[in-house]
Structure formats: structure tokens, C-alpha cells
């Protein structure tokens, strides 16, 4: 079986001050020496690109992306990766051992950056985080999109939109009877060491690294310091970007 990567980004973090997070990003992808198969709203160079021109950012817009990085692609199992995450290489040794079920590396933080604090907890399950079969991500992606024209006819367009939290953006970890899209499975894997999941201000999704944050508060919480995550330096990269 071979491997690849799917990336997609809205371009959001170029020529600002967070463009030190895409550019190091993308160089702890490239490390994986998997191909990279991306889909952007503005030409980058980075992977075989193909470029989803004249939309907006959207949630919407991200799952055509995801669909055409995925379509794209000549891997057997993919794994997806976004612009503002550091990805440990040790995650990309992970060889997905069904074809049926979607795998999530648990092994990742939350860094609100630029803060010395670093959260996780137990059930933080990120499409960010996922490993699978890229025909089963084909199948349902094109799925979820039939879903979303659906809604979008009769709902007001929005970045996060409420029917998008409710059948949950990681495919396998909703079933249908708790509002979910399709009864699909998941399994929790953990890399040996941890990937570094940015939040700052121009994110997709909520940063959800408080918990007040949260409905309903998660096990394990846990919170460390920069300096406390095996693996990385990130003292030394938080002084870089300040």
C-alpha cells in the first residue's frame, strides 16, 4: 500500500503574521517524503496543486477542496493536513491496517500560540489528525457534499454553520441516530510523539482550548507548558515568531 497526503487551505495565513506557521507547517509534511496531493483558493507551490478559483472560504468550499486534493491523489490511504498544524514525522510511519475505518492520532495538543500553554484531553478527534483508505474518504466526502447542497438551499451560508457542527466535520465519530451522517467507524491511534495544532486568531473552527469552551467539559484534560512536549522545541519557536 503507499501513502500520501491531501492538504487543503483557504490561503488565510500568507502574507501575515501567521505565515511563519504555514511555512513550517508545510516543511514538517514535506519531511514525510509522502507525495502531496493540495487544493487551494489561490495558486501555491506545494504538492500537485490544483487551485478552486472565484469561492469564498467555507465550509462548504473546504469539503470541494478536500474532495479534488482526494480525487487527485494516487495513494492508497491518505493522510489529511492543514495549514496550521505541525506534524511530528512519526505520525506518517502509521500504516492504516482496515480499509473501512477512519484513524485519528490522539497523540496531538493544542497550542494557543503565542502562549506558553498547550492543551489536550482524551477525546480531541481532529480531521486534522485523520488517517484512512482515500477511496472511503472519496465515498464520503462526496456524500457529505450531497448533504451540504441540501442544507445550503434552505439555510443561510456561514463559515461554521450550525447543521455542519451537528454532523460533525470527523467522518466515523457520529452515527446517524445521535444526528450524525453515516455509521461509519473510527479507531484512536497515537503516534510516538506528539503533532502541534495552532489556534490563533484566523482558524477555521472555534480554538476550544478553555474549558469553558466547551457544552459539555471533556476527560482527561490535560495542560502543559512549551517546554513540556516531547519532540519539539517549541520555546524556540515561539521566540522565532515573536
Not at 13 to 33: D, F
Not at 43 to 68: A, C, H, K, S, W
Not at 81 to 95: A, G, N, Q
Not at 127 to 149: K, N, P, T, W, Y
Request: charged residues 30%; aromatic residues 12%.
Amino acid at each position: 500500500m503507499t501513502g500520501g497526503i491531501v492538504y487543503y487551505t483557504d490561503n488565510r495565513l500568507e502574507n501575515s503574521r501567521y505565515e511563519p506557521i504555514l511555512r513550517l507547517s508545510r516543511k514538517t509534511i514535506a519531511a514525510s517524503g509522502l507525495p502531496v496531493s493540495s487544493c487551494s483558493l489561490k495558486p501555491i507551490d506545494f504538492g500537485e496543486n490544483v487551485v478552486l478559483e472565484g469561492r469564498e472560504r467555507g465550509y462548504d468550499t473546504m469539503v470541494e477542496q478536500i474532495i479534488i486534493a482526494l480525487e487527485n491523489s494516487k495513494a492508497d490511504y491518505v493522510f489529511f493536513c492543514e495549514h496550521d498544524v505541525l506534524y511530528h514525522r512519526s505520525w506518517f510511519d502509521f500504516t492504516p491496517p482496515e480499509r473501512s475505518l477512519y484513524y485519528y492520532n490522539v497523540n496531538n495538543w493544542r497550542w494557543l500560540w503565542p502562549e506558553d500553554r498547550l492543551i489536550t484531553y482524551g477525546t480531541l478527534l481532529s480531521l486534522s489528525q485523520m488517517c484512512c483508505d482515500r477511496e472511503l474518504a472519496v465515498g464520503h466526502f462526496r456524500h457529505r457534499l450531497e448533504r451540504i447542497s441540501e442544507f445550503m438551499m434552505y439555510e443561510e451560508r456561514s463559515r461554521e454553520p450550525k447543521w455542519a457542527r451537528r454532523l460533525g466535520y470527523e467522518p466515523g465519530t457520529k452515527p446517524r441516530r445521535r444526528g450524525g451522517l453515516t455509521d461509519e467507524e473510527h479507531v484512536k491511534v497515537r503516534s510516538e510523539f506528539p503533532n502541534i495544532d495552532i489556534r490563533h486568531k484566523r482558524t477555521f473552527s472555534s480554538p476550544k482550548v478553555t474549558l469553558d469552551s466547551f457544552r459539555h467539559q471533556p476527560d482527561d484534560w490535560t495542560e502543559a507548558s512549551i517546554a513540556e512536549i516531547p519532540g519539539w522545541d517549541l520555546r524556540g519557536l515561539s521566540e522565532l515568531w515573536n
